[in-house]
């Protein structure tokens, strides 16, 4: 069970995320000699519940795996307390390529064909720890199998339990929207091409304006979705609620590898939130964080000593 208070993120889809470190650009068809690897239990949740842990913040995994995977073990070595449920199959590989310059290729397998008894599973595991969480995470892709409503039929159940924050793309992330009116998170984080394919906007031209993407972002609020935390990499976040929008700048980062840096992002605005932090506080906490992930090689996750909030600039932006 969660510990009263916990961040409860829910990864149904998990992976172990291989990362191969290239010691020059990548060259199609070529042959490489790896720099160096790396190995750790991964998925957008598995990396928001190590941030929470690097922080000090009370978190619990809710994942389909079983209790003796090593995927597991690794996960409770990492001191993160873990809820697993009866998986479809074995847990899926995704592979990352990094070159010197931060460029980074993502090769995502599917993951285990699942069945609608698994995702019930899933999501009573979910529905029973979101009872004592703070924060309810839906993080990620669903596994082959999944209805694509799976995270759009939870909001529901989870509506007066615990605040929800979502994180996912491509059909999950359409069907979220598409029931925005029956019942909607309390945080919706995308990126700027997540952003354009629900509302219709350019991504490119959303990743070069901050003020387009808070009118884009605040069609969600119109309807419902109480803040909408967009990431736009080296340009920043945006966050958009009720009460006004706000564009973050990061200072000029060394970047790495640009995987995990979007869910530290996440964590950094919800470490604010747990704290009762100002909304444009928790914005520049997201940015920073999201920084500190892109600064660190592999699925690097942050922790505070890595953070460096003074170096965000944060400005108002106007919605209409």
Known sequence: ??????????????????????????????????????????????????????????????LPARDDDPFVEEV?????????????????????????????????????????????????????????????????????????????????????????????????LTALVAGLGHCAPQLMKPNAEELASITGGDALALEADPALVARHAAELVDRGVAHVLVTLGAAGAVLV??????????????????????????????LGEIRGEHRADRLALAVAYGSAAAALPGTGIPGPADVDVSRVEVRALATT
Not at 97 to 112: F, V
Not at 145 to 165: C, E, K, N, T
Not at 244 to 260: I, R
Request: glycine share 10%; with cysteine.
């Open 76 to 172: 409770a070595r990492a001191g993160i307390p873990c809820h697993p449920c009866r998986p479809a199959g074995s847990i899926r590989v995704n592979l990352t390529i990094t070159e010197p310059d931060g460029t980074t290729t993502k090769l995502n397998s599917p993951g285990a064909l699942s069945d609608d008894t698994h995702m019930a599973e899933l999501a009573d595991a979910v529905v029973r720890e979101a009872r004592d969480a703070s924060w309810v995470v839906l993080a990620g892709s669903l596994p082959p199998g999944a209805a694509d409503s799976f995270y759009a039929d939870l909001l529901p159940r989870l509506h007066g339990l615990a605040p929800v924050a979502v994180d996912t793309s491509d059909a999950p």
């Open 241 to 270: 609620d009720r009460t006004g929008a706000w564009h973050a700048s990061p200072a000029p980062t060394t970047v790495l590898s640009t995987v995990g840096a979007g869910d530290s992002s996440l964590f950094g605005f919800l």
């Open 1 to 62: 069970m969660a510990a009263t208070g916990a961040l409860v993120t829910v990864t149904a889809n998990p992976s172990i995320d291989r990362t191969l470190v290239l010691p020059g650009p990548l060259d199609r068809g070529g042959v490489h000699r790896v720099e160096r690897t790396t190995s750790q239990a991964g998925g957008k949740g598995i990396n928001i519940s190590r941030a929470a842990v690097a922080a000090g913040v009370p978190t619990l995994a809710v």
